[in-house]
């Protein structure tokens, strides 16, 4: 057997003499030598892997530079814009919430040059990143203070390493969730150095049960909304005026992680009803928690307001400076808030509240126009149907509630869950990705977060 090198591998020209070409002039003022030098290596060893394997030269290797564009046109980012037909609003794998455009501009104004992070005007000094964006949220909730972190997780261990770090967190057994990401309450408190009491059953908790727990080990007393479940019939639970009252008469805090909290009354907009930051604070409670980025339609973010004495604490605490966020999640927190000072307005500014609130009758008229220019493209192997579904809210806010919805679905004729699977993967691969849901043996479309018909058209049917 020869061991004498095939003689296509001559044929390889040298990355140096690459670079010289005068084709590679705009590829290098646009991409710089480094990449360049980088890519081409890899492509020389494509170039002789291909060799070996098949004693021939790659069909691209004829064309150098134009091989060279279109290997580096096809970068991929690491974040991808995709299509979100499946049903799910505010999709924790997705994204979440969309940022309003308000939001948008104000990132980018934050990202191009030198803003008043930590600098006060009024004092030519130094001052506090939170404070702008404290201030508003005060006004929107009627907080004493506030504090943002960058999530509702950072907050709640935050809140509970200041609050109850070495004591005993009292917290009903209904109320220990497990969320996305097997996020615990249990392992939280563990984290924070406090020492979990559970009270009451999993259905049913009464202030008793909170009274006999209180010892003078007790640092917290505390309630976790069940954002992500719900335990419906023979239940009962404690309000947050009655356990601020227990509070109070023996001088040990409260605090409630509501998780997505919204801060409007989502009723008003024909939403189901979910708790509001401002009634806790209203009701007394010390310290209340909730997302940037669910119900709000902000940015991630974890967001704690309440007594001052206690933001004081959270603020000065070791921990907060690793939890801070920056000044981007500042910028789009604050254009998103401002967006609360025009309630009557929400539906219009707010991604999230557009979404949620689009009329199905609307969504219905969209799968029909949709429906003729699919079926053109994919009837051979499916068969397209426009049917009523339900979506979902989704990143565990109101997980019970579903809202009427229509989707275009594909059935395969040949009846394969193969062939859906085939389509599913292919649709992936888009320019834009199209992400649907597969269930009853169907691909199901749900267009309530389709905003731009012929964006989608573009990819499907071109």
């Known amino acids: 057997m020869s061991t004498e090198p095939h003689p296509l591998y001559s044929q390889l020209p ?22 360049l030098t980088d890519t081409l290596r890899q492509m020389q060893c494509e170039a002789r892997e291909h060799i070996s394997q098949f004693q021939a030269l ?3 290797c004829t064309d150098w530079p134009a091989a060279l564009r279109q290997r580096l046109n096809q970068r991929q980012p690491a974040l991808k814009p995709v299509f979100n037909l499946s049903g799910t609003v505010l999709h924790t794998n997705l994204g979440r919430a969309a940022l309003a455009e308000s939001a948008i501009a104000a990132v980018n104004d934050a990202m191009r040059g030198a803003v008043t992070l930590e600098y006060s005007l009024s004092g030519a000094g130094r001052g506090h990143r939170d404070r702008a964006v404290a201030d508003l949220l005060c006004e929107l909730t009627g907080a004493e203070d ?23 967190v009292v917290v009903s057994r209904g109320e220990l969730v497990e969320i996305g990401g097997a996020f615990r309450i249990p392992d939280v408190m563990r984290q924070a150095g406090c020492e979990l009491v559970e009270v009451g059953t999993t259905n049913r908790t009464h202030l008793k049960d909170y009274r006999q727990a209180i010892n003078e080990q007790t640092g917290l007393l505390m309630k976790v909304h069940t954002s992500n479940y719900s335990i419906a019939g023979f239940t009962a639970a404690v309000a947050e005026p009655q356990l601020v009252a227990l509070g109070q008469e023996f001088a040990i805090p409260t605090a409630t992680d509501l998780g997505s909290g919204s801060l409007v009354d989502m009723t008003r907009y024909g939403l189901p009803a979910e708790p509001m930051p401002q009634q806790l604070i209203a009701a007394g409670v010390d310290l209340v928690t909730f997302s940037g980025d669910k119900l709000l339609g902000g940015p991630q973010a974890g967001i704690i307001l309440g007594k001052k004495q206690w933001i004081e604490r959270l603020q000065q605490h070791p921990l907060k400076r690793a939890l801070r966020v920056d ?20 539906p219009d500014l707010l991604p999230t509240m557009r979404l949620l609130t689009r009329p199905a009758e609307a969504i219905a008229e969209s799968a029909q126009r949709l429906l003729a220019a699919l079926s053109d493209r994919y009837g051979a192997d499916f068969t397209l149907a426009v049917e009523p579904c339900l979506s979902q809210i989704g990143s565990g806010s109101l997980p019970v509630d579903r809202l009427p919805s229509w989707a275009v679905t594909f059935t395969p004729n040949d009846g394969s869950g193969r062939t859906l699977e085939a389509l599913t993967a292919r649709w992936r691969e888009l320019a834009k990705p199209v992400i649907g849901r597969v269930a009853d043996g169907r691909l199901w479309l749900d267009l309530r977060c389709l905003e731009d018909e012929t964006a989608l058209l573009r990819e499907l049917a071109p």
Do not use: F, H, S
């Not at 981007?328 to 929400?346: E, F, V």
């Open 14 to 35: 040298a990355i140096d003499r690459l670079l010289r070409e005068p084709a590679m002039a705009p590829l290098l003022a646009e991409y710089g030598p480094a990449l």
């Open 58 to 60: 790659a069909d691209w």
């Open 146 to 168: 506030a504090c943002i972190v960058n999530n509702n997780a950072a907050a709640v261990l935050l809140m509970l390493t200041v609050m109850a770090t070495g004591k005993q």
């Open 327 to 346: 000044k981007m999640t500042l910028a789009a927190l604050d254009a998103t808030l401002r967006l609360y000072q025009q309630p009557d307005r929400l």
